[in-house]
């Protein structure tokens, strides 16, 4: 089973509102990021947890803040975004952290952000 | 200079025959390499990985590796309608990052 699941779908918002985006994973996977993915555009790495602690924060605004509650469960919160802010955000999954061997990610189906 | 350079396409091919998809890397310390295959509005989708020089073969697919030149390339015997999509190139460094190329869409005629 290579399943990551997101909730919700979809997603609209003001610029005022606090919203929190969840990702989960049951393959025992230790590595999870955020990714962020314009139209017409490759993904773009937000953050990585590796054993459930941040490793990567990709210079993020602060308006975007993750958590990692437990090893299966990735949260992003949301608060006081802007229009450009809308996109779809993908979570994904990989096996491990370290320097040998594929460890490769699964992608979620992602959650299609509207921010007005 | 980019991470990961791919043709942005699109690469049309008739029903039936290989299609050939590149991508070069500019991190010799890159350890693994990966090939995603996103329909439009959907997420990407794992279809290959390779870490080892040489052709790793799975199904219809085919990834090749070479590390002294710092290219990945992707075949596609048999291509399908159903393989019209954007193929994306990912490259894993040595601290998991991982860098996507900017895809290269696909189009398979009928």
């Known amino acids: 089973d290579t399943e990551v699941t997101q909730t919700p779908k979809h997603l609209v918002m003001g610029m005022t509102n606090k919203k929190s985006l969840k990702c989960e994973q049951h393959?025992?996977?230790?590595?999870m990021y955020w990714y962020k993915q314009k139209a017409k555009k490759p993904p773009e790495l937000m953050f990585v947890?590796?054993?459930?602690?941040?490793?990567i924060n990709e210079s993020v605004p602060s308006r975007f803040s993750p958590e990692c509650p437990n090893s299966s469960l990735l949260n992003l919160h949301l608060h006081a975004l802007q229009p450009e802010d809308s996109a779809l955000y993908l979570c994904?999954?990989?096996?491990?952290?370290?320097?040998?061997?594929?460890?490769?990610?699964?992608f979620g189906p992602g959650t299609r952000l509207t921010v007005t | 200079q980019k991470e990961v350079e791919q043709n942005s396409g699109p690469l049309s091919v008739p029903e039936g025959a290989i299609a050939s998809l590149n991508c070069t890397y500019s991190?010799?310390?890159?350890?693994?390499f990966f090939w995603y295959r996103q329909y439009s509005g959907k997420s990407p989708e794992l279809i290959m990985f390779?870490?080892?020089?040489g052709d790793k073969e799975d199904g219809r697919f085919t990834a090749q590796l070479n590390k002294a030149s710092q290219y990945v390339s992707l075949l596609i015997r048999d291509s399908q309608p159903s393989d019209s999509a954007t193929y994306l190139c990912a490259v894993r460094n040595n601290f998991n990052k991982f860098y996507f190329g900017s895809g290269t869409k696909l189009n398979v005629k009928p």
């Open positions: 947890y590796s054993y459930e602690k941040l490793s």
């Open positions: 994904a999954s990989s096996q491990e952290v370290g320097t040998s061997g594929a460890y490769e990610q699964y």
């Open positions: 390779i870490y080892s020089n």
């Open positions: 991190d010799r310390g890159s350890q693994s």
């Open positions: 393959m025992g996977h230790r590595a």
